[in-house]
């Protein structure tokens, strides 16, 4: 009598898509695209807190990635090298705005911001919540640009210190200097709130 083997099919890693992206498997990189996009656009929109801005960077990491593909050697992750991409180009766009003088727009809706409130919260509750993650969105945006990136790859994308220093191509001691120095800075500011 045969034995039959179920095997379940198992997720391929990101390595293995940069592989087949580097032999020419153009579904590859799709599959990396689908894969990381909103990871991409969640990190750019929590630097540049502009939803249009945050797209276009996005989609030039990914161009960028798309050229420069067959140069990656496997280093770090793809999600680091990914990170330090958006980061490189959300820091050029803040270049951009300054030497044309541009204001800091307001997006009309944020949809980083996610309610935490729970379905059998009552209403004040409900609302006491949001108006929490508001704030806390809106002084995040005012720390300055160094401090806002080392807290948006450590608590929204949940990065390693390790991580963070190769994204930001610094040692991990002064990621975690400027982790404590932005989490003092923001306790700060929501204190006099």
Same mark, same amino acid.
């Given at each position: #009598? =045969?034995?039959?083997?179920? @095997?379940?099919?198992?997720?391929?890693?990101?390595?293995?898509?940069?592989? !087949?992206?580097?032999?020419?498997?153009? %579904?590859?990189?799709?599959?990396?695209? +689908?894969?990381?996009?909103?990871?991409?656009?969640?990190?750019?929109?929590?630097?540049? !807190? *502009?939803?249009?801005?945050?797209?276009?960077?996005?989609?030039?990491?990914?161009?960028?990635?798309? !050229?420069?593909? *067959?140069?990656?050697?496997? =280093?770090?992750?793809?999600?680091?090298?990914?990170?330090?991409?958006?980061? *490189?180009?959300?820091?050029?766009?803040?270049?951009?705005?300054? /030497?044309?003088a541009r204001e800091k727009t307001v997006?009309?809706?944020? %949809?980083?911001?996610? %309610?935490?409130?729970?379905?059998?919260?009552? %209403?004040?509750?409900?609302?006491?919540?949001?108006?929490?993650?508001?704030? @806390?969105?809106?002084?995040?945006?005012? +720390?300055?640009?160094?401090?806002?990136?080392?807290?948006? +790859? !450590? *608590?929204?994308?949940?990065?390693?210190?390790?991580?963070?220093? /190769?994204?930001l191509d610094c040692s991990v001691g002064?990621?975690?200097?400027?982790?404590?120095?932005?989490?003092?800075?923001?306790?700060?500011? #929501?204190?006099?709130?």
């Amino acid at each position: #009598m =045969e034995r039959v083997v179920n @095997i379940e099919p198992t997720e391929v890693s990101d390595r293995e898509l940069v592989a !087949r992206c580097q032999a020419g498997d153009e %579904p590859a990189f799709d599959e990396l695209v +689908l894969r990381h996009q909103q990871r991409a656009l969640n990190v750019a929109y929590q630097l540049l !807190r *502009n939803h249009e801005d945050a797209t276009e960077v996005a989609q030039d990491a990914f161009v960028r990635i798309y !050229r420069s593909l *067959n140069d990656f050697r496997g =280093e770090c992750e793809f999600t680091t090298w990914l990170h330090q991409i958006v980061v *490189n180009l959300a820091r050029n766009k803040h270049r951009w705005w300054k /030497r044309r003088a541009r204001e800091k727009t307001v997006p009309m809706e944020d %949809p980083a911001t996610v %309610p935490l409130a729970g379905a059998a919260d009552p %209403p004040d509750v409900e609302a006491a919540k949001a108006e929490f993650v508001e704030m @806390i969105s809106a002084k995040m945006a005012e +720390l300055p640009r160094r401090h806002r990136e080392v807290l948006v +790859l !450590r *608590n929204v994308e949940d990065m390693s210190y390790e991580e963070i220093a /190769r994204a930001l191509d610094c040692s991990v001691g002064t990621v975690k200097s400027r982790i404590a120095r932005a989490r003092e800075q923001l306790r700060n500011m #929501m204190s006099e709130e």
